[in-house]
């Protein structure tokens, strides 16, 4: 499992992970962490989140003091990510490791990380906060694993037409919660309707595969 790390300054993310990595090794090897300067879309983010495996997202507050691989500043702060990210990813573990003073905009906030942090009380007690981030983590990544196997269920069932219109709903809110892309509204027709949906329950498969391969590494 991994942790994410988004943080606009080069140096100074690049030496934060190394801490944390030095860390993870030490006490929790089934653990990685992958940075990334801040994105300038924010549907970039729920993209790199699944593609990686992050179970865990850390990011600091200012996010536009260094330009970003365009060569342009984020429009986002790290409070900006967090409400975003919220519409989508209601349990995901969001922490916010920051060496500025708490500001109102950061206030305003709190209650979509999971927790806020001084830098510096981070450092001065590493262990027991690594310990707190990969429990939420492994959590997380227990329930994402028991809604996909719900998801591929549902999907199977709906295939063969023996889905009722509640499993259809519920599909489609798992599909929101997880990142998996719905099958688009426009499909009317009820074989290429099926086609596609044995299409998602084919990745669904592929993609629980993949998760159990990685847990058990």
């Keep these: ?17 190394l801490q944390i990595n030095l860390k993870l090794k030490q006490n929790h090897s089934s653990w990685s962490i992958i940075d990334s300067k801040p994105f ?44 975003y990210l919220r519409g989508y990813l209601k349990d995901f573990p969001i922490y916010c490791i920051t060496n500025i003073d708490i500001t109102e905009k950061l206030k305003g906030a709190l209650s979509y990380f999971n927790l806020i942090l001084n830098k510096r009380n981070f450092d001065n007690d590493i ?3 690594l310990n707190l ?9 227990d329930e994402f694993e028991k809604e996909l196997g719900q998801i591929g269920t549902l999907s199977e069932s709906i295939a063969k037409g023996a889905g009722s219109a509640e499993d259809v709903i519920k599909l489609k809110s798992l599909q929101t919660r997880l990142l998996i892309p719905h099958i688009t509204e426009e ?26 391969k990685h847990l058990n590494k």
């Design 1 to 17: 499992m991994n942790i994410g790390l988004i943080d606009d300054k080069d140096a100074s993310r690049r030496a934060f992970m």
């Design 40 to 83: 300038s879309e924010p549907d970039e983010y729920r993209q790199w989140i699944l593609e990686n495996d992050i179970s865990v997202l850390i990011t600091d507050e200012r996010l536009d003091e260094e330009a970003m691989e365009n060569g342009k500043y984020s429009q986002m702060l790290g409070s900006d990510l967090v409400q």
């Design 127 to 129: 262990d027991n906060y």
């Design 133 to 141: 981030f990969t429990k939420s983590g492994e959590s997380y990544f």
């Design 187 to 212: 499909v009317v027709d009820r074989l290429e309707y099926l086609d596609k949906l044995e299409e998602k329950v084919l990745e669904i498969k592929e993609m629980k595969d993949e998760l159990i």
